[in-house]
């Protein structure tokens, strides 16, 4: 590791117990100045955001996500201010008890320290990790990729201005250069970064798990299903599939594949209407196929191919799968499926439920878009990422997933025999 790089993560986790003594409603009083920064200066930041894009292909699925508009950035800043509204996560009481011995026990909620974040495209993750790692008591550090240098420079100048604004130490948050030899660096950066979250395409994702030598939790790629069942509604799926599809195609939470029941193939054009508007090219097994063939455009239907299911298009794309059972689209679901959101459209309650309870994902949906897997959707504020494993967080990450807990013990000279 260089000294240069050792000497930022060495004041990042100085700044880090600094952080433990700022009290909750100053935290509060900073992100809403940040916010209201980020608002002021959004003609530098956008200008800066423009350079970025500038270098990237717009057909890129990334280029969505890369993109800022003065709509975004208003979205961003009313996260910020959502969580500066939140109660503060750390010092809850998680478990009190009293020993035999006169001993008391207490399991406070309390910050992990240093978080470091590795991410591509999505300079509005520099915003959405400061603000909730800063409400949570962690210090970070910020490792982006270059397709949003300039774009996460501009936030970074923000958030720096303020923290100075208010006397307090920049090493809050910090942004590493973006170039590989930093990332190897940060992956081994043991004793200064006490948790790493991954947050990007599956390669970058898979890179990160195999090479960090510091925990890490993983922000999965959203392979995402939708099952139209037997029983289910044709106007709650028309409206259902369309939003999880078109939305915003670059995020992980849009839809991957329908699974469709055969019984039900007589309605598919009905279901997928809408997507022709956005123009949406599905990719269909045979018998969802013969059912759309001349009844949805011809330029946008192909045919399914063995590479098709199991693909994250991030892309007006779209799979569709014919089963002939309940039991059939579970089993599709539980191959293909990354864990991150699968929904039912079902008016059999029955049915509901027992996808509910058997599909192994961190979110499952009953007649709900797949689009709603977002950490401002489910009342959190803003999200660091979405958890696709099982330890410690799964699904949408918020200031609860970036505490741990330690023991306080108490006693009055009490010894062990």
Known sequence: MKDSTKKIFQFVKDASQELLMIKDERINEILNTVADQILKNSDFILSENQKDLARMDKSNPKYDRLKLTKERLEGIAADTKKVSTMPSPLNRILLESKRPNNMALTKISVPFGVIGIIYEARPNVSIDVFSLCLKSGNACILKGGSDAKDSNNAIIHVIHSVLKRFNLNTHFVELLPPDRETTAELLEARGFVDLLIPRGSKGLIN???????????????????????????????????????????????????????????????????????????IYADKKSYDA?????????????????????????????????????????VRINSSGHSECIITENHERADSFLKRVDAACVYHNVSTAFTDG?????????????????ARGPMGLEELTTYKWIIKGDGQIRS
């Open 376 to 392: 401002a959707q489910f009342g959190l504020g803003a999200e660091i990422g979405i958890s696709t494993q099982k330890l410690h």
């Open 292 to 332: 759309l063939d001349k009844k949805y455009p011809e330029s946008l239907l192909k045919h399914a191919t063995d590479d098709t299911f199991g693909t994250e298009f991030l892309d007006y794309k779209m799979a569709i799968k014919t089963v002939s059972c309940f039991e059939e689209a579970l089993n599709h």
């Open 207 to 281: 890179f990160v798990r195999e090479n960090a030598k510091i925990p890490v939790i993983e922000t999965g790629a959203g392979i995402c299903h939708t099952y139209f069942d037997e029983f289910g509604d044709t106007k709650k799926g028309e409206d259902i599939i369309n939003n999880a599809k078109t939305r915003r195609v670059s995020v992980c939470n849009a839809l991957d594949c329908l699974i469709i029941h055969e019984k039900r193939l007589s309605d598919l054009p009905v279901i997928c209407n809408k997507l022709k508007n956005s123009n949406v090219i």
